[in-house]
């Protein structure tokens, strides 16, 4: 691996986003937007609620949490739909470049995407509506890291399934968060889904996340096997999406799709 | 002199459709070889193949020694290409493009590599100027100069003066001589302007259906083959190639 060649592609990132307010302002601008909702309607629940129940870390703290799953995801995907846009794969894969460096480099750049989204939020949510994450202690750390790796596995899935499918499958990836929200219960217990779903929702490591989340504001124990199982979930996706990614690659160097992109298929 | 590319039965096959077929060349130290034949004739895809972004159906790649298929980046580490179709990301500066592909390509002393090729390709006072802005012209310029960059061995050039003025493009044919004269790259060159093959390369390789059909010195090979030019060979190639087969 070069750290030269993967810096090539992290630098990119930074050369687009310095001349760009376009792409600035979506890194903090949208997720500003979902804190400020979502901390007024838990502050309305709060309103007229048991006084024993707080919706803020429950609620404003799990709508924060998803929303940086959401951002690293879209940190990898963004990075890669650069190329797409300016039609350059053939110029990148015409490199030296190995597939493991493009990657690295596009999860770096994920990883300062994201990392700006997070601090907006935070700065948002204890700001404003007294969310402390700090009451969760270090244990908030691996439950990040968790979502940071499942953000980052979804993401090479999601640009393999572009770079598979063509430019037009950009349109099926911006969804993907969404429609694995209701099955990770995010803001709520799997135990209320049907049996299907919740089976669907024990294979997402977002749900060991949201579960623990809720144990801790509970005030049970941290529930360390959801932790590991969560973790070991995160790392095998992150393995398969990256061989993924390399299977399509070399699928696309083969038909010659990769020279004939715009095409979407050889047929 | 030794080859700094050697292609040996090199086939490619789309579906039922012989895209090129069992193609053998090489190409020495020092040398220009042109890769002309009519639309559809293979050249994009043995060039793309040699890019490594195709991957051939059977055959070598030998890039300065190095097997294409089982080294990939060490072999491309010493190729750089220029192609009409593949211009340079429109939304980063001269620079910043120049910048990037001198790190993926892993040139030592960047700064300075790219202030020479500014200057080379006169290029200097775009500099700051994105990609996407200039004529076409001048985007061909920067993506010679992104070819230049790792003072490739092999330079792969996809009808690099396709889109300049002819002063211009009399300038870059004599960069592109002087590169290969120079004696440190090979180069692989396709065109549609007979004249400037006949002016530039040393050596030239009609491409139909495939199959390389004629290979030879630029000036002579029309003479050898009772035509008065390379164009009026071009013409003969295109249009009846079964008579040229089995030359």
């Not at chain 1, 609620?59 to 990898?76: C, P």
């Amino acid at each position: 691996m070069s750290a030269k060649r993967t810096a090539a592609i992290v630098l990119r990132q930074l050369y687009l986003f310095r001349g760009s307010p376009a792409r600035i302002f979506p890194l903090f601008a949208w997720v500003a937007i979902d804190i400020v909702l979502w901390g007024f309607i838990t502050r309305y629940l709060n309103s007229f609620t048991s006084s024993r129940y707080n919706f803020v870390p429950a609620l404003l703290g799990a709508v924060l949490l998803w929303d940086f799953f959401t951002r690293v995801m879209q940190g990898v995907t963004m990075a890669f739909f650069e190329d797409v846009w300016s039609r350059n794969f053939l110029n990148v894969f015409a490199t030296p470049l190995l597939i493991s460096e493009y990657l690295t480099g596009l999860i770096l750049s994920s990883i300062w995407t994201s990392t700006i989204g997070l601090i907006v939020m935070l700065v948002l949510a204890q700001g404003f509506f007294g969310l402390s994450f700090l009451g969760y202690g270090l244990f908030l750390l691996p439950f990040l890291f968790l979502l940071f790796l499942c953000g980052i596995a979804l993401g090479i899935f999601a640009s393999a399934s572009v770079l598979r499918m063509g430019p037009a499958a950009e349109w099926l990836v911006w969804p993907i968060p969404a429609m694995l929200s209701p099955f990770a219960g995010v803001f709520y217990p799997l135990s209320i889904l049907p049996p299907w779903m919740q089976w669907i929702g024990r294979v997402l490591p977002p749900s060991y996340v949201f579960e623990g989340i809720r144990t801790i504001i509970a005030g049970r124990p941290v529930p360390r096997f959801d932790l590991l199982m969560g973790t070991s979930l995160a790392l095998l996706y992150l393995a398969l999406s990256c061989w993924f990614f390399s299977r399509v690659y070399h699928h696309v160097v083969r038909t010659g799709l990769i020279a004939r992109y715009s095409a979407e298929t050889l047929s | 002199m030794h080859d700094v590319l050697t292609v040996t039965n090199l086939r490619k096959l789309y579906g039922d459709t012989i895209a090129v077929d069992a193609i053998s060349f090489s190409v020495q130290l020092g040398e220009i070889v042109g890769l002309v034949g009519p639309n559809g004739a293979g050249k994009t895809t043995t060039i793309n193949t040699i890019l490594g972004v195709l991957q051939p159906t059977s055959g070598t790649i030998l890039i300065d020694g190095v097997d294409l298929s089982k080294h990939r980046s060490r072999a491309l580490q010493c190729t750089n290409f220029e192609a009409v179709y593949a211009p340079l990301p429109g939304n980063l500066t001269v620079v910043q493009n120049l910048r990037i592909f001198a790190m993926l390509y892993n040139v030592k002393n960047i700064s300075t590599r790219i202030e020479e090729l500014l200057q080379q390709f006169e290029l200097d006072r775009f500099r700051n100027t994105k990609c996407g802005v200039l004529s076409s012209g001048e985007q061909t310029r920067v993506s010679l100069a992104k070819a230049m960059l790792n003072s490739p061995k092999l330079l792969l050039l996809d009808e690099p003066t396709a889109s300049l003025d002819p002063a211009i493009a009399q300038e870059i044919r004599a960069k592109l001589r002087d590169f290969s004269s120079a004696g440190s790259g090979g180069v692989l060159w396709t065109s549609h302007n007979m004249h400037e093959v006949a002016e530039v390369c040393d050596r030239v390789l009609f491409l139909s259906h495939g199959k390389i059909l004629l290979e030879g010195n630029p000036k002579r090979l029309p003479r050898e083959h009772g035509k008065n030019s390379l164009e009026e060979l071009f013409l003969t190639v295109a249009r009846e190639p079964l008579t040229l087969e089995g030359h």
